[in-house]
């Protein structure tokens, strides 16, 4: 035998263990996103609710992460612009975790705007926002 024939045989056992490798254990293909959004959200996917002054109203948001990883969020509320405390929440990969936060009506009557933030970990803009619209009646 001739050390060509040695060398495409090496070669070729080489391809057969690299394709093999490669198809019991694909690279990622997906694109990394997560999703955030209020599931109890009209058909349009805003919402509103009344509220008495002084009354304090619950809001689930939901949290899908399909990062290729777990992620540690945190979830706030904000009325007008103001943020509430927030939560902090781990989310596995292709897992769903619903976020119930809590926001105390706003003293004086009218149509607020309850914002919901959801950060991926550091203290920078959030990645994601929704908000839900909130009417105080007298």
Same mark, same amino acid.
């Not at 599931?39 to 990062?67: C, H, I, M, Q, W």
């Not at 777990?70 to 706030?76: D, E, H, I, L, P």
């Not at 607020?112 to 929704?130: C, I, K, M, N």
């Given at each position: 035998?001739?050390?060509?024939? /040695?060398?495409?045989?090496?070669?070729?056992?080489?391809?057969?263990?690299?394709?093999? #490798?490669?198809?019991?254990?694909?690279?990622?293909?997906?694109?990394? #996103?997560?999703? =955030?959004?209020?599931?109890?959200? &009209?058909?349009? &996917?805003?919402?509103?609710?009344?509220?008495?002054?002084? +009354?304090?109203?619950? =809001?689930?948001?939901?949290?899908?992460?399909?990062?290729?990883?777990?992620?540690? #969020? *945190?979830?706030?509320?904000?009325?007008?612009?103001?943020?509430?405390?927030?939560?902090?929440? $781990?989310?596995?990969?292709? +897992?769903?975790?619903?976020?119930?936060?809590?926001?105390? %009506?706003? +003293?004086?009557? &009218? $149509?607020? *705007?309850?914002? =919901?933030?959801? #950060?991926?970990?550091?203290?920078? %803009?959030?990645?994601?926002?929704? *908000?839900? /619209?909130?009417?105080?009646?007298?």
């Amino acid at each position: 035998r001739s050390p060509l024939t /040695w060398g495409l045989a090496i070669v070729l056992v080489a391809l057969v263990v690299g394709v093999g #490798y490669l198809a019991a254990n694909p690279g990622l293909t997906t694109t990394a #996103y997560t999703e =955030f959004y209020l599931p109890n959200a &009209g058909d349009n &996917g805003t919402a509103e609710r009344s509220l008495s002054v002084g +009354e304090t109203a619950t =809001f689930t948001v939901a949290v899908e992460n399909y990062e290729h990883s777990a992620v540690t #969020y *945190r979830v706030a509320a904000a009325v007008n612009g103001t943020e509430m405390p927030n939560r902090s929440v $781990r989310v596995e990969n292709r +897992e769903t975790r619903n976020v119930t936060l809590s926001v105390p %009506a706003p +003293e004086d009557p &009218g $149509r607020y *705007r309850v914002g =919901f933030r959801l #950060y991926d970990g550091d203290d920078g %803009a959030p990645e994601l926002t929704t *908000r839900y /619209w909130v009417r105080v009646q007298s």
